[in-house]
């Protein structure tokens, strides 16, 4: 009798220990779309209302948007502008670009998109990812897309090589981090022009803005911390993140702040509540651009080197799943309608996963 008991509380436990194991089991991510053409993606953008933006670079010239659900290229923007008509050359023609990164105004009219350099008569000295403000490399320019037609209509003068650009949710503010120029671009969405400019230090990168609009995380890649500016008065203070900081996400309650560290090829959390380095996890060879998803409990990361994705688990910082994506994969966004996280590829393809 007591062998058969045994028995049945074993068979329990075994049973009791599936389920449980079961349930913590990650989600596997899957391949289900490859988008191909004339492209060669920097970065994605969700929209998060039904559409994805792709930003093509000089090797293209172009800004690509996607259908969210279908993956139909929609429209195809040109980069090319003329800077006459905006006011801010005296030589009549066309001005093109090179959109690298970008972002939706929250009210969903605008796509904002930076242009690593310009190309036209002027343009002299194209900015390189080696650089310093000593260099004195051309200055470019941040390009505004009208949604309802798919124009450019507005245009800003920034730094050198401007490269990530993030809207402040209150809609207030259009910050852009100049690469070579060492500094943050900050434009007023009212007055519709630059309004600040704000030193960092080497190689501005990732930027991340807190959900009440008054502060923003500057990534210094060519340093070792954090810059933290006060929105209202355009202070500074910093975080001692540790070397070569690109990429930066918050989570959804903004308590934790989440880095990719290129050279390191780690991912380093931070508690903005108390203050202090959390835990950290290796993904790959070169972690680069991050995103998060809706309820904040997995990260996407894709490492450039490792031609590889690497999903995270916010809750212990471990990762759940690699994937190898594509040749050299530089840019991710997770889109909050579909639960669907697009990969671009710098050769010229973006990758389309499912999460479920």
């Excluded at 037609?149 to 990530?164: A, E, H, M, T």
């Excluded at 929105?231 to 993140?241: A, C, K, N, V, W």
Aim: charged share 20%; glycine share 6%; hydrophobic share 35%.
């Amino acid at each position: 009798m007591r062998l058969k008991i045994l028995a049945i509380s074993l068979v329990l436990l075994t049973t009791q220990t599936q389920l449980s194991f079961a349930q913590v089991t990650p989600d596997t991510m899957k391949l289900i779309h490859t988008i191909n053409g004339s492209i060669a993606p920097k970065s994605v953008r969700s929209s998060a209302d039904g559409v994805i933006s792709a930003h093509n670079m000089m090797y293209r010239h172009s800004v690509t948007v996607y259908d969210a659900k279908t993956f139909e290229l929609l429209h195809t923007v040109s980069d090319s502008v003329s800077l006459k008509d905006f006011g801010f050359s005296k030589t009549a023609g066309n001005y093109k670009g090179a959109p690298v990164e970008g972002t939706f105004s929250p009210d969903g009219k605008y796509l904002y998109v930076s242009n690593y350099a310009m190309y036209g008569k002027g343009y002299t000295k194209e900015g390189t990812d080696t650089c310093s403000p000593a260099d004195k490399y051309d200055n470019s320019f941040v390009y505004r897309i009208n949604r309802s037609n798919y124009q450019i209509d507005s245009v800003y003068p920034v730094g050198s090589v401007p490269k990530v650009v993030e809207v402040t949710p209150d809609n207030k503010y259009v910050l852009a981090a100049n690469w070579c120029s060492y500094t943050v671009s900050v434009i007023s969405v009212e007055k519709n022009k630059v309004v600040k400019t704000i030193k960092i230090g080497r190689y501005p990168r990732g930027i991340a803005i807190s959900n009440d609009s008054t502060k923003a995380y500057v990534a210094e890649m060519g340093g070792n911390r954090i810059h933290v500016i006060n929105l209202q008065d355009f202070t500074t203070t910093f975080i001692p993140i540790g070397s070569n900081p690109r990429a930066i996400v918050l989570s959804p309650d903004n308590t934790t702040m989440y880095v990719t560290m290129n050279l390191s090829g780690r991912v380093a959390s931070w508690n903005l509540v108390t203050n202090a380095a959390g835990k950290s996890v290796r993904t790959g060879e070169a972690a680069r651009s991050l995103a998060i998803s809706k309820d904040g409990s997995a990260l996407y990361v894709v490492n450039y080197k490792s031609d590889t994705m690497s999903r995270v688990r916010t809750s212990d910082m471990k990762v759940t799943q690699n994937i190898k994506v594509c040749n050299e994969p530089i840019g991710i966004t997770y889109d909050v309608p579909t639960g669907n996280t697009w990969v671009a590829c710098y050769k010229g393809q973006i990758k389309i996963f499912s999460n479920n």
